[in-house]
């Protein structure tokens, strides 16, 4: 069985495998499963996708989330808990700097922090652009919420929507930042089944997002000293 995180890495990077669709006879896409059965290919409405909620709550880390990664692009940061996450950062993807996974079951649970180095305007932007190269990849997609939240003193908006991958339905819940530099987006996904009893540890997750100077990456060049000269 592969494991989680590459299936996810699959949509991130839209190399999804489509499965068979067809048009109903009102002209909208549906999606035909395996098992006979059907489904909408999208069945967000509109003003789901128009609508950000903001969220009042002042959400902040852990008291176990101590530990903190940096990245390497952007002045931002991550604490998590390393009794619950194992960190990689030997990732499938140019834009992915970390990798986690539950240390206890690889399978079950996973998250990435990824970063690019493009301007974006406004968080708005960047839930659409998010959204709309998901739906244009994926077999099904469904827009569970989006708001706007504050968390460690960062803006950013949180975004929760379920994609469907080769038959296998994955629910994603992510926060998504942007400065001058260019955009963050930490997220957490499981099997769509068995989100909701793994969604305290992914959001504990997501909440670790925090300012941070980011990493100075130093090249090391070793020199040897000559050899004396012959007599």
Not at 147 to 160: D, H
Request: net charge positive; aromatic share 12%.
């Amino acid at each position: 069985m592969k494991k989680l995180y590459t299936l996810a890495f699959l949509l991130i990077n839209m190399l999804v495998f489509s499965q068979t669709k067809a048009l109903t006879e009102d002209g909208k896409d549906v999606l035909l499963l395996d098992n006979g059965t059907w489904r909408y290919v999208n069945i967000t409405d509109s003003l789901a996708l128009q609508t950000i909620k903001t969220n009042p709550t002042l959400f902040a880390k852990s008291k176990a989330s101590t530990f903190q990664i940096k990245s390497k692009k952007l002045d931002i940061g991550l604490y998590l808990n390393t009794k619950i996450w194992r960190i990689s950062t030997q990732t499938k993807s140019p834009f992915t700097e970390y990798v986690f996974n539950d240390v206890h079951d690889e399978n079950a649970v996973g998250a990435f922090m990824m970063t690019e180095k493009v301007q974006i305007p406004t968080l708005k932007n960047l839930k659409d652009i998010i959204l709309t190269g998901v739906q244009n990849k994926v077999d099904y997609f469904r827009l569970k919420e989006s708001e706007y939240r504050t968390v460690n003193g960062l803006n950013v908006i949180y975004i929760r929507y379920i994609a469907n991958i080769k038959g296998l339905d994955f629910e994603y819940a992510g926060y998504y930042y942007i400065d001058n530099s260019g955009y963050c987006g930490v997220v957490g996904f499981s099997t769509q089944q068995n989100f909701e009893s793994n969604f305290p540890v992914i959001l504990d997750l997501l909440n670790g997002l925090s300012p941070a100077k980011r990493q100075v990456v130093t090249e090391v060049i070793e020199y040897s000293s000559p050899p004396p000269p012959m007599k």
